[in-house]
């Protein structure tokens, strides 16, 4: 299984970026993909969830209404459309998945998902 993360790059504050999540080898036809940040000096904390089985989506309290999660089932990618960034959006971005259904507590949680990609970097400049 191999998870590719691509789209960060360097903007400033309210700048939109688009990052993606390439997936290849997962054996599950629905399955949980997650993107998770890492700033500086911070623990990696999640960010936003898509869960194939009913198409469900959560996001973390401080990107909500500014970041959007969507899969493209013919390029089994999972794109997250980020608006309005601000400096503290500024982190490693990491996608991550599992293969089937995660159910709703877990959904958050870092150890829920097996597998990851290699991470892309997000700078906002204030």
């Known amino acids: 299984v191999q998870l590719q993360a691509s789209g960060g790059g360097l903007v400033q504050t309210g700048d939109s970026l688009r990052l993606s999540c390439a997936a290849s080898g997962i054996t599950g036809t629905r399955p949980t993909v997650a993107w998770f940040r890492q700033g500086p000096g911070k623990e990696r904390e999640f960010v936003a969830v898509?869960?194939?089985?009913?198409?469900?989506?959560n996001y973390a309290d401080s990107v909500k209404g500014r970041f959007t999660i969507s899969r493209d089932n013919a390029k089994n990618t999972v794109t997250l459309e980020m608006n309005s960034l601000q400096p503290e959006d500024t982190g490693v971005y990491y996608c991550a998945a599992s293969p089937g259904h995660v159910i709703v507590s877990r959904l958050q949680e870092r150890g829920t998902y097996e597998y990851w990609g290699q991470g892309t970097l997000v700078t906002v400049s204030s």
């Open positions: 898509f869960r194939s089985s009913d198409l469900r989506k």
